[in-house]
Structures are given as structure tokens and as C-alpha cells.
């Protein structure tokens, strides 16, 4: 009798568990609707009821290729409901590539509706390089901007090597495959490639800068040594148009290009996938120890002071 009250009592104990477990379940679905629903209803009231609206794009820290950016900028391209972008820009710069799909992007935005560009502390290399896709830019007066121009580095450890005895071995198809090598020496030939690749992507920048700020090329190439200018030294040499902030620069859409003082400014929403949790940890302290911005560029650079 002990034993069947026993098995009764544990009969009831998971009929309990089970019963617990597909509440929890249905809960969580509830949850999940509701999350989905207000996200739903966020984003309708931000890109779907409020009718037209300028749309603030934020461009931060080192430009690499994005892809949820450019599709997210993609999105305002096709929203007819746009009246305007203002890209606020705080970047040393980053890849050429990353760059120019940035400029790319917002240059067709800027085929059908007005943008200006607004810098904040820096705004160099790449970052002037996105900022030049808009029709006009404000910058503060102590904002670091310029910086025109394109690098590539490497490193060499042929002397350190020998030092400690270390002799490298490198098997290649020809002498141009893979240089620079930090194993071995640059000779010139490796040089003379290296600075045919600078300076064809240097002439690109340059032509980009020529057509967006209506200078001829050698004024652009004087200009182009590589140097930052001040906001205030940029106006005077025709890098950027005025001198201001996000104030000036709806300022700008409204009296220039007769935006309603009343549309609404909202943020660019950018949709990102959910990192799992060891991205999050090794992006976080972790990834922080060992490694950095600079270690995540690759190719052909156009920033200002790389790490």
C-alpha cells in the first residue's frame, strides 16, 4: 500500500511538472508575440504614420563594410516619405571599400532628396569621405576633418629574426605574390607596387572630392598631403560649408531646400542580427584584451592616425 501511495504521489508530481512546463511554454509564446507586436507597432510609428520626416543617420568610429547599414540605408533610398537625411559623422575613417560603399550609398539617397552632413569631433579620411556624398556640410570649429589620402602597412621582422636565429622560409608562384611580407625584405619592386596601388586608389579619393565640392583637381591634390584641418581652417579652404552643428544643419534642409519646419526627425533604425553569448563575451573585456580596431583592418586605408 506504502508503495502504490508512493507511485500515486509521484504520478501527481509530474502531472504537476508538466502541467508548470506547458504554462511557462504558453507564456513565452505570449511574450514573444507581444515583443513582436510592439516592435511591429514601434516601427510603424516611426517609419509608417508620422507621414514625411527627416531621417538622422549616425556614422561612429571606423568605417568597415556594413552591410545592415547599407541595407538599412537601402530602406531610406526606396521611402518616398523621406523628405531629408542629416549623417552625423564621428570617424577617423577606415578601408577604402568601406568608405566608398558608404559614399555610394548615400549618394543615391542623395539623387532624389537633400542631405547634409554634420560632423562632430572627427570626421577624417573616410569619415570626410562619407561626408562629401551630402550637398552640404556643417562642421564644428575645433572638428578635426581632412586627412585626404590612402595608406598601407605592414610590418618587418627580418632583423629580429636573425637576432634570434630564425630563418623564414616563403615558397611563392612569383616575386609579387604576397608582399609586403613581414618575413622578409621589401625590395623596390614590391615598393613600386605597393605605391601604384596608393596611388590609384589616392587619385580616386581625390576625384571624389574634385566633383562633390566643385574644385579642380590640383587645388584638391594641394590640399590632399595628407594633413587635418580645424572646422574653421576647412571653411576657409572650401573642404566644408559652415560652421555649426544638427541645429545649422536643419536650418539648411528647411530654408534651402524647403523641408516643413514641423516634419519629424527620426533616427536611423538599423536592424542587427542578436550576437550569441560568446560573440557578446569576446567582443566585450575579452576581445578588447586581445585585440583592436586597427587589428580589424584590412587592405588598402583610408584613416587618420591607425593603430
Excluded at 76 to 82: A, F, G, L, T
Excluded at 226 to 234: I, M, W
Excluded at 242 to 248: H, Q, S, T
Amino acid at each position: 500500500m506504502a508503495l502504490d501511495a508512493d507511485i500515486l504521489l509521484d504520478r501527481r508530481r509530474l502531472k504537476k511538472s508538466i502541467f508548470r512546463w506547458r504554462v511557462l511554454a504558453v507564456v513565452a509564446v505570449i511574450i514573444a508575440i507581444v515583443i513582436a507586436f510592439a516592435r511591429s507597432g514601434a516601427s510603424d510609428a516611426v517609419w509608417g504614420n508620422i507621414g514625411p520626416r527627416i531621417v538622422e543617420v549616425n556614422i561612429e568610429g571606423v568605417i568597415t563594410e556594413d552591410p545592415y547599414l547599407l541595407d538599412a540605408l537601402e530602406e531610406i533610398e526606396e521611402d518616398s516619405d523621406v523628405a531629408g537625411v542629416i549623417v552625423h559623422i564621428n570617424s577617423p575613417g577606415g578601408t577604402m571599400v568601406g568608405g566608398e560603399a558608404l559614399f555610394e550609398s548615400l549618394r543615391r539617397i542623395g539623387e532624389t532628396r537633400p542631405i547634409v552632413a554634420e560632423m562632430g569631433t572627427v570626421a577624417a579620411s573616410g569619415g570626410y569621405m562619407a561626408a562629401i556624398a551630402a550637398d552640404h556640410i556643417v562642421a564644428h570649429r575645433g572638428t578635426v576633418t581632412g586627412s585626404i589620402g590612402v595608406i598601407f602597412q605592414s610590418m618587418n621582422f627580418n632583423g629580429t629574426l636573425e637576432k634570434l636565429g630564425v630563418e623564414p622560409l616563403t615558397v611563392k608562384s612569383g616575386p609579387l605574390k604576397a608582399v609586403p611580407n613581414p618575413f622578409e625584405p621589401t625590395d623596390d619592386a614590391a615598393r613600386t607596387a605597393m605605391e601604384s596601388l596608393i596611388s590609384d586608389m589616392f587619385g580616386v579619393f581625390v576625384d571624389m572630392v574634385a566633383e562633390r565640392r566643385g574644385m579642380d583637381t590640383d587645388t584638391v591634390r594641394k590640399l590632399a598631403d595628407g594633413r587635418v584641418y580645424t572646422g574653421q581652417q576647412a571653411v576657409a579652404n572650401g573642404l566644408i560649408d559652415e560652421i555649426g552643428g544638427r541645429r545649422e544643419a536643419l536650418r539648411w534642409l528647411q530654408d534651402e531646400k524647403g523641408v516643413a519646419p514641423d516634419v519629424a526627425v527620426v533616427p536611423l533604425e538599423i536592424d542587427y542580427p542578436d550576437d550569441s553569448l560568446m560573440t557578446v563575451l569576446f567582443e566585450g573585456n575579452i576581445g578588447k584584451m586581445l585585440s583592436s580596431e586597427g587589428l580589424k583592418l584590412d587592405g588598402l586605408l583610408t584613416v587618420w592616425q591607425p593603430e
